[in-house]
């Protein structure tokens, strides 16, 4: 304990209630302390085993901040507690919801982080940091400001971003300059990660005054088509996503690759008052969220080792409710294997690749294999196998995507994998630089559809109009799918969901675009699926073809697509 004492002042002479708020205090910090590093420890799987420890730290927290609140002129005299200290409660705060979030899937969460991460700016509570001679404070406050800034990301608060990129800049300068560290250039690499994250996007979209407008790419209520009367699907429901980052991305932040985060976001509804919410420096606790849980819970796997995906993934299975779906996303660089074997099973064909820094062999590192074996860092099809007792959908992006064609559904159950296109146009972005196309369509199907046609802006009433366009193309894929009589019924089981419903849409939409324009000329160059889609009722449906047209008339790149075949409007 610490008491500010002046003068002949003793401890005796301190009054009792204000020692005891002191002690109080001490023993409430110290708590939080402990309980916030335990959470280190907790396996990142599984819904139950962290939520009652979760709770606990939650309770310690809330107990310390409005401990603080109303006690702070006799913690200021007597304990001589600082701003920063406050701050650093309130940044953990706000890690917690943030950490809540990821758990929970429940964008209410990441609204109570960034509320926390507000009020530590406009109170300015690390203000004094740079005034004392301690880099590890100033370091505290760096990574307070990577976390708000990815906060902000998630919640697409573009313009806040950019001040806060600016306002880390100037702070990295400053710690760089009084300090002779050794972390310079990581921070100087984070201030490029962040600038790519925010330009990543290929289009953007412009009002009347020429200023850029940020919209959401989240799951608008009605964003959905609607299950038309009649129409028979399953009533599977996506409980669990994992998503997988180990590609050659060099979009990237806080181990969050560009095509992670659109994916992050393809899987949310957007709440009603996460626009307009503001701070209110509330705690809530985790009993307070909402009965019925909106979005599938998640779970953000950056370069795992194979052990780690496949710890996640039994974990995932293990807890899967009855009549829910698995949905695993990987967008991972391409394995192809060295050697071809007489007999071509689902291990066969290379897979995608998972990290191999932290896998060991009995206890040593990997040692080089022969030509007979299979490449060991990797996620073949068959690994999957056990995983397909259950409803399983899977997204695959990645230069060997095709490799998960070769399944076998051997039990029975729903099994859907869309996969992207092994190879791309050399006239078509790099994916390393934006990110994937294939991801982008599945993120936003407009978005891809201006930046395969070179587009780099759009105004802002065009956008809506393509948009208002768009839902009818999505409600006429959805009744081909629906109303195919050759479609495999895998398909039609997961069409009950909003989320899986919407995938399936993007994706043939994504797959139609791609087949009538004039850039992609190669096989390899379209996307796949297992079950293979009837190309007639879907992706080459006439119908669906003369949509594309006329989105491309409307968006004046008609003449980026061939039109020969089919009927013009």
Same mark, same amino acid.
């Given at each position: 304990?610490?008491?500010?004492?002046?003068?002949?002042?003793?401890?005796?002479?301190?009054?009792?209630?204000?020692?005891?708020?002191?002690?109080? /205090?001490?023993?409430?910090?110290?708590?939080?302390?402990?309980?916030?590093?335990?959470?280190?420890?907790?396996?990142?799987?599984?819904?139950?085993?962290?939520? *009652?420890?979760?709770?606990?730290?939650?309770?310690?927290?809330?107990?310390?901040?409005?401990?603080?609140?109303?006690?702070?002129?006799?913690?200021?005299?007597?304990?001589?507690?600082?701003?920063?200290?406050?701050?650093?409660?309130?940044?953990? &705060?706000?890690?917690?919801?943030?950490?809540?979030?990821?758990?929970?899937?429940?964008?209410?969460?990441?609204?109570?982080?960034?509320?926390?991460?507000?009020?530590?700016?406009?109170?300015?509570?690390?203000?004094?940091?740079?005034?004392?001679?301690?880099?590890?404070?100033?370091?505290?406050?760096?990574?307070?400001?990577?976390?708000?800034?990815?906060?902000?990301?998630?919640?697409?608060?573009?313009?806040?971003?950019?001040?806060?990129?600016?306002?880390?800049?100037?702070?990295?300068?400053?710690?760089?300059?009084?300090?002779?560290?050794?972390?310079?250039?990581?921070?100087?690499?984070?201030?490029?990660?962040?600038?790519?994250?925010?330009?990543?996007?290929?289009?953007?979209?412009?009002?009347?005054?020429?200023?850029?407008?940020?919209?959401?790419?989240?799951?608008?209520?009605?964003?959905?088509?609607?299950?038309?009367?009649?129409?028979?699907?399953?009533?599977?429901?996506?409980?669990?996503?994992?998503?997988?980052?180990? *590609?050659?991305?060099?979009?990237?932040?806080?181990?969050?690759? &560009?095509?992670?985060?659109?994916?992050?976001?393809?899987?949310?509804?957007?709440?009603?008052?996460?626009?307009?919410?503001?701070?209110?420096?509330? &705690?809530?606790?985790?009993?307070?969220?909402?009965?019925?849980?909106?979005?599938?819970?998640?779970?953000?796997?950056?370069?795992?080792?194979?052990?780690?995906?496949?710890?996640?993934?039994?974990?995932?299975?293990?807890?899967?409710?009855?009549?829910?779906?698995?949905?695993?996303?990987?967008?991972?660089?391409?394995?192809?294997?060295?050697?071809?074997?007489?007999?071509?099973?689902?291990?066969?064909?290379?897979?995608?690749?998972?990290?191999?820094?932290?896998?060991?062999?009995?206890?040593?590192?990997?040692?080089?294999?022969?030509?007979?074996?299979?490449?060991?860092?990797?996620?073949?099809?068959?690994?999957?196998?056990?995983?397909?007792?259950?409803?399983?959908?899977?997204?695959?992006?990645?230069?060997?995507?095709?490799?998960?064609?070769? /399944?076998?559904?051997?039990?029975?159950?729903?099994?859907?994998?869309?996969?992207?296109?092994?190879?791309?146009?050399?006239?078509?972005?790099?994916?390393?630089?934006?990110?994937?196309? /294939?991801?982008?369509?599945?993120?936003?199907?407009?978005?891809?559809?201006?930046?395969?046609?070179?587009? *780099?802006?759009?105004?802002?009433?065009?956008?809506?109009?393509?948009?208002?366009?768009?839902?009818?193309?999505?409600?006429?894929?959805?009744?081909?799918?629906?109303?195919?009589?050759?479609?495999?019924?895998? /398909?039609?089981?997961?069409?009950?969901?909003?989320?899986?419903?919407?995938?399936?849409?993007?994706?043939?939409?994504?797959?139609?675009?791609?087949?009538?324009?004039?850039?992609?000329?190669?096989?390899?160059?379209?996307?796949?699926?297992?079950?293979?889609?009837?190309?007639?009722?879907?992706?080459?449906?006439?119908?669906?073809?003369?949509?594309?047209?006329?989105?491309?008339?409307?968006?004046?790149?008609?003449?980026?697509?061939?039109?020969?075949?089919?009927?013009?409007?």
């Amino acid at each position: 304990m610490i008491a500010v004492m002046t003068g002949a002042e003793t401890e005796d002479d301190i009054p009792f209630g204000e020692r005891k708020t002191v002690t109080d /205090f001490c023993y409430l910090l110290d708590k939080s302390k402990q309980l916030f590093n335990g959470l280190r420890d907790l396996p990142q799987y599984g819904h139950k085993q962290w939520q *009652s420890y979760f709770g606990r730290t939650f309770d310690v927290y809330t107990k310390l901040w409005k401990f603080q609140q109303q006690h702070r002129q006799v913690l200021d005299t007597r304990y001589g507690l600082k701003r920063w200290q406050i701050g650093e409660v309130a940044s953990k &705060i706000g890690q917690l919801y943030y950490h809540y979030y990821l758990r929970t899937s429940e964008t209410s969460y990441l609204n109570e982080a960034f509320s926390f991460y507000s009020a530590i700016r406009q109170r300015s509570y690390y203000y004094q940091v740079n005034r004392e001679d301690r880099p590890e404070l100033v370091v505290k406050k760096l990574r307070y400001y990577a976390r708000y800034i990815v906060v902000c990301l998630l919640l697409n608060k573009m313009d806040l971003v950019k001040i806060l990129v600016k306002e880390l800049s100037e702070e990295i300068e400053d710690y760089t300059q009084r300090f002779n560290t050794e972390d310079q250039l990581e921070w100087n690499l984070v201030l490029q990660e962040v600038a790519s994250f925010v330009e990543a996007d290929p289009v953007v979209l412009l009002d009347d005054n020429n200023s850029v407008t940020v919209v959401s790419y989240r799951l608008q209520e009605g964003g959905v088509p609607p299950l038309e009367q009649g129409m028979v699907v399953g009533q599977l429901v996506l409980a669990d996503a994992l998503i997988v980052g180990n *590609s050659n991305s060099q979009v990237k932040f806080s181990e969050l690759t &560009i095509d992670m985060f659109r994916m992050l976001q393809t899987l949310e509804r957007e709440p009603a008052n996460l626009a307009t919410q503001t701070s209110k420096q509330g &705690i809530l606790e985790p009993s307070e969220k909402p009965a019925k849980r909106e979005n599938p819970h998640k779970y953000l796997l950056y370069k795992p080792t194979f052990s780690q995906l496949f710890t996640f993934l039994s974990a995932s299975f293990k807890e899967l409710p009855a009549n829910s779906v698995l949905l695993v996303y990987l967008s991972a660089t391409g394995v192809f294997p060295s050697i071809h074997s007489d007999y071509e099973g689902p291990f066969d064909f290379g897979g995608v690749l998972t990290n191999s820094n932290r896998d060991v062999v009995n206890g040593e590192a990997t040692q080089k294999r022969n030509q007979s074996q299979k490449e060991m860092h990797c996620l073949h099809p068959g690994d999957l196998l056990p995983f397909t007792r259950k409803p399983l959908f899977i997204i695959v992006d990645s230069t060997n995507s095709t490799s998960y064609k070769n /399944f076998t559904n051997m039990f029975g159950q729903p099994l859907v994998c869309l996969l992207s296109p092994k190879v791309y146009p050399k006239t078509v972005q790099d994916p390393s630089q934006r990110g994937s196309l /294939f991801t982008l369509f599945l993120y936003s199907p407009l978005l891809a559809f201006l930046s395969v046609c070179g587009l *780099s802006s759009v105004r802002r009433e065009l956008w809506h109009s393509a948009q208002e366009f768009l839902h009818k193309v999505h409600r006429d894929i959805g009744q081909m799918i629906a109303q195919s009589p050759t479609i495999d019924q895998a /398909f039609l089981q997961f069409f009950g969901d909003e989320f899986l419903r919407l995938l399936l849409i993007r994706f043939v939409f994504c797959s139609a675009a791609l087949r009538l324009h004039k850039v992609f000329r190669e096989a390899q160059s379209f996307p796949e699926s297992y079950p293979e889609l009837p190309k007639q009722d879907t992706v080459e449906n006439g119908v669906l073809q003369r949509h594309i047209l006329k989105m491309a008339t409307l968006l004046d790149v008609q003449n980026m697509f061939w039109d020969d075949s089919v009927e013009a409007y």
